[in-house]
């Protein structure tokens, strides 16, 4: 029977689980999973392989044909019903192994961005998959977390959850552990419960399992949830649409070759045959296919380049991007802190060493001192190590001892400095009581300490903000009034560190006659008493400058938001070459005056955004679309999610990101780099150029077989092509090139274009008209061959037909090559660039010629034989539909230089 979990105290329900707040042990977790199962949800419906199999014969034409051919065979033409049917059971095969890849790539994807949770197993913390959750299992919970279960909370300090997915509620609930609440309590009251695909908007707190799996309320309306994300790209619904337009447009076109064909005197039964098979052809039914088979490849190749993809529609927005905002920390920089400068009683110090090695000195006018025999260097490092979640850990390599920081690097880098100063273990000096964390918005963070009778407030954060709410300086010992003097030499200070690129922390404390006194205070970080500044160097990294230049060439424009100083900021933006000489830096308080309009005016010429919050981050992306802009923004926090939310593209941080940015985004960087950006950047055009490589072959191929048999019907003269050459062409030799087109390397000069326009059909830039032409020459080049062989041997129909299906069979292999690129042509590209291609292109042409040499299959295919001349003429009249274009093209360009040149 199902328990009110909520209703029952917190430790009855870890006596009820057999739990207690050391967690499960690996044999307890391992029992329970053996009986409850994984902590998943059961999709709604699991589509079957045989169901997969099945639909590829759903389509209306394919329907239509095995009408016709069943009509066929009733009249006695065994042959050619048996191969029709053959031939499209091989199309299913393909059809299906492609759905199939497809499906598994996409499953692969989302396996990718399955959620973690953080753990208490047998006394030890561990981060573990959400799925291998149990119940009884102790699960921590912070801001910027999904639950990851159904639980019942044993502790929180201060939970607040916004239950929305569940409780259609946006407002967040606060959670409290010891609150009593009904058994009839409706979900949205039982506020001492967290469940499973909530998310914590802020504090911290740990809950014991009581739910997982299909048994969670979220799994109890799983099966009537429909998937409220959109799955179909922009170009996918298009070509939908186009699909359902071409099938009328063919059907009118059979029925018009099926009407004339019978009134030059052709047999119903042949015009009708030849009619569905020219149907058939005309309609690409492979291209949903092959779309889906070239997005999920691509989607593959992002994340061997560390882009994760979590919404299918931003691979082709992706494209369009013109400006991308980038946090500064962790992004564009390294992340790896090290104090370089500390400013403390007026007086400067060098700290020398570099990354994490703890190994370094305190140096003073060029000597090295003992940094605790300074009592106001004493305080700052103090502070500094005190108020601090960091751990330094390391590890022995074959390049001796590495350090590394788990943690803020912002703090790992104050501990580096208090290891450098000999002060290893500031938990054995002072005693931790509470803490109030840092957030970017109010950009400090404090802990409340005892040291003996002493209780103190150890405060660090950004030296503006600590600055203003400081009262007293400390210097010689002694607190004594903070002149204006004094605090334009903090400022000068401050200043003099952030132009040289410096991060800078200030350190500031505040004593109190009791714990009591100081937790009774409201906002006890007042009256602080500043003690000094240290400046930490963060390299930028070292790939993010190529890739800002790329962007450059690519027509997108990079711009800086950063919660750090405007100097800094802007310092560290000159480095990177993100801000032009005119460029403008704004800041988070100038944001606060300005208007919307006045925003909207500079929005385009401002590069850096500095110590801004992330709710500045929302109206940046609204100033920008508002000019049209395509914008992509990245985050981390659960405040950055609306921005990430409104962006064309939103970008979340794979590493240090929380699952409520991660959710809201389209991307993940799962290495936190912008110069992962720009490779997904680079992949999404190559995506969408791919898909208008093979989109262009399949419908100009189209456009050819329909302009041979189109225009034969109406001047009178016999079917160039007989149905089931038609019908092997397009269902089997067709197929696999266009699946190599689909993943054609990218041109080299792809970053080199502009954008593009989010707004710009597929067909637009002469597009249309370039599958026309390439179509009605091939048609064209077919008829004139089958002429030729009429002309030649009137009565060899059966060779008439050979040379005009070899023929249209070579064009379309050679305009594939043509197809590779998209402005360019053949001549632009190495014809063994893409082995995949020449593969498929020689697998094709293998299955061609066995309908034409083997003699079995040449009767049936009612073929003959091809020799010397003829393949001469063929091979002639096949390349010059893609040549004669592609040379006039050359020719063109050529002369655009010399007129530009003259
Ligand atoms: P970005 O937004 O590019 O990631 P950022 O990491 O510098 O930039 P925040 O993390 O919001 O932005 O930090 C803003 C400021 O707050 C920093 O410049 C620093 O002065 C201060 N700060 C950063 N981390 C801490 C911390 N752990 N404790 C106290 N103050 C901090």
Redesign the pocket.
């Known amino acids: 029977m199902e328990k009110s979990w909520h209703s029952l105290p917190a430790s009855d329900c870890l006596n009820l689980l057999s739990t207690s707040e050391d967690g499960l042990t690996i044999e307890q977790v391992e029992e329970r999973r053996e009986k409850v199962g994984l902590n998943q949800l059961v999709e709604g419906q699991q589509v079957s392989l045989l169901t997969i199999f099945l639909n590829q014969f759903r389509d209306f034409m394919i329907i239509v044909l095995l009408a016709a051919t069943l009509i066929s065979g009733l009249l006695g033409e065994y042959m050619d019903a048996i191969t029709i049917v053959a031939i499209i059971i091989l199309n299913g095969i393909l059809g299906f192994i492609q759905e199939v890849k497809a499906e598994r790539s996409l499953a692969a994807l989302k396996e990718l961005t399955a959620p973690m949770a953080r753990v208490r197993r047998a006394g030890k913390i561990e981060t573990i998959p959400a799925k291998d959750l149990v119940p009884g299992d102790i699960v921590l919970l912070e801001g910027g977390d999904k639950v990851p279960a159904d639980g019942r909370i044993i502790k929180s300090p201060g939970l607040d959850v916004e239950e929305s997915s569940l409780t259609g509620e946006s407002v967040p609930v606060m959670k409290h552990a010891n609150k009593h609440v009904d058994e009839a309590s409706p979900i949205g009251d039982r506020i001492n419960m967290v469940y499973m695909g909530t998310l914590v908007t802020r504090g911290k707190a740990e809950f014991v399992v009581t739910e997982t799996g299909m048994s969670t309320e979220m799994g109890k309306i799983a099966g009537l949830m429909q998937a409220s994300e959109e799955s179909l790209t922009p170009l996918q619904r298009r070509l939908d649409q186009l699909g359902k337009l071409l099938v009328w447009v063919s059907l009118a076109i059979t029925a018009l070759v099926v009407v004339t064909g019978v009134l030059h005197g052709n047999g119903l039964y042949n015009m009708f045959l030849a009619g569905v098979s020219l149907a058939v052809a005309a309609i690409p039914e492979g291209l949903p296919a092959i779309v889906t088979i070239a997005l999920a490849l691509g989607v593959q190749r992002m994340i061997k380049r560390n882009a994760i993809v979590r919404k299918l529609p931003s691979v082709e927005t992706l494209g369009c991007a013109t400006v991308i905002c980038s ?5 564009l920089t390294q992340n790896r802190m090290t104090v370089q400068r500390v400013w403390v009683e007026n007086e400067w110090y060098n700290v020398t060493g570099t990354g994490y090695d703890p190994t370094g000195e305190f140096i003073y006018e060029e000597r090295a001192v003992r940094a605790f025999r300074r009592e106001g260097l004493k305080r700052l490092v103090e502070i500094g190590a005190t108020c601090n979640n960091a751990i330094m850990k390391s590890v022995q390599t074959e390049q001796g001892e590495e350090w590394t920081c788990d943690g ?1 690097p ?2 790992g880098a104050l501990l580096v400095m208090a290891k450098k100063a000999g002060f290893d273990d500031p938990e054995s000096v002072y005693h931790r009581v509470d803490e109030i964390p ?1 957030d ?1 918005d109010r ?3 404090s802990v409340l300490v005892e040291e003996g009778e002493d209780v103190y407030l150890f405060v ?4 503006d903000v600590l600055l203003e709410r400081a009262t007293k300086l400390y210097i010689g010992g002694r607190e004594e009034a903070l002149s204006n003097t004094t605090k334009k030499q903090i400022v000068a200070a401050n200043q003099q560190m952030a132009g040289q690129a410096l ?3 200030a350190f500031g404390y505040r004593k109190f006659r009791s714990i009591e006194s100081a937790k009774a205070e409201q906002d006890p970080e007042q009256n602080v008493v500043f003690v000094g500044l240290c400046g930490m160097i963060d390299p930028p990294r070292q790939e993010v400058y190529d890739a800002i230049q790329k962007c450059r060439t690519a027509g997108i424009r990079t711009v800086m ?5 405007q100097t800094t900021a802007t310092a560290i933006a000159r480095q990177l070459e993100i801000i032009p000489e005119d460029g403008l830096v704004l800041t988070g308080r100038q944001l606060d005056q300005m208007s919307d309009e006045e925003l909207s005016a500079n929005v385009e010429d401002t590069y850096v955004y500095a110590r801004v919050s992330p709710e500045h981050k929302l109206r940046i992306v609204k100033a920008l679309q508002g000019r049209g802009e395509i914008v992509g923004m990245t985050g981390d926090g659960v405040n950055d999610a609306p921005a990430i939310k409104q962006a064309d593209i939103g970008i979340a941080m794979g590493q240090s990101g929380t699952d409520v940015a991660k959710e809201a985004s389209a991307l993940v960087l799962g290495d936190d780099n912008f110069a992962t950006i720009v490779a997904a950047v680079e992949e999404g055009r190559g995506i969408y150029d791919n898909i208008k490589k093979f989109i262009r072959y399949l419908l100009s191929s189209n456009v050819g077989e329909i302009v041979t048999m189109f225009v034969a019907m109406l001047v009178g003269l016999p079917l160039p092509l007989l149905p089931i050459q038609i019908l092997w062409v397009n269902l089997v030799t067709d197929g696999l090139p266009a699946i190599a087109l689909g993943v054609d390397p990218a041109e080299k000069d792809i970053m080199q274009r502009p954008p593009r326009d989010v707004n710009e059909g597929i067909f637009a830039k002469g597009f249309s008209v370039k599958i026309l032409s390439r179509g009605i020459l091939i048609g064209v080049v077919t008829l004139l061959v089958f002429l030729w062989a009429l002309h030649t041997q009137p009565q060899n129909l059966p060779r008439a037909h050979t040379l005009a299906y070899a023929t249209l069979t070579m064009a379309q292999f050679i305009l594939v090559f043509d197809c590779r690129s998209v402005d360019g042509g053949i001549l632009r590209r190495n014809i063994f660039g893409n082995m995949w291609l020449v593969l498929a292109v020689a697998a094709s042409l293998g299955l061609f010629l066995l309908t034409i040499y083997v003699p079995g299959i040449a009767t049936v295919f009612k073929t003959v034989p091809l020799h010397g001349m003829e393949w001469v003429i063929v091979l002639i009249a096949a390349a010059i539909p893609t040549f004669a274009l592609s040379i006039r093209r050359v020719g063109l360009s050529a002369m655009k230089t010399k007129v530009a040149t003259r």
Do not use: C, V, Y
């Not at 946090?327 to 992004?331: C, I, L, S, Y």
């Not at 938001?561 to 100083?565: A, E, K, P």
């Open positions: 946090d500064k920390t962790g992004t803020d912002t703090e840092f970017s950009k400090l963070m660090k954060g950004a030296p991060r800078n922390i938001i950063t919660g750090d100083h």
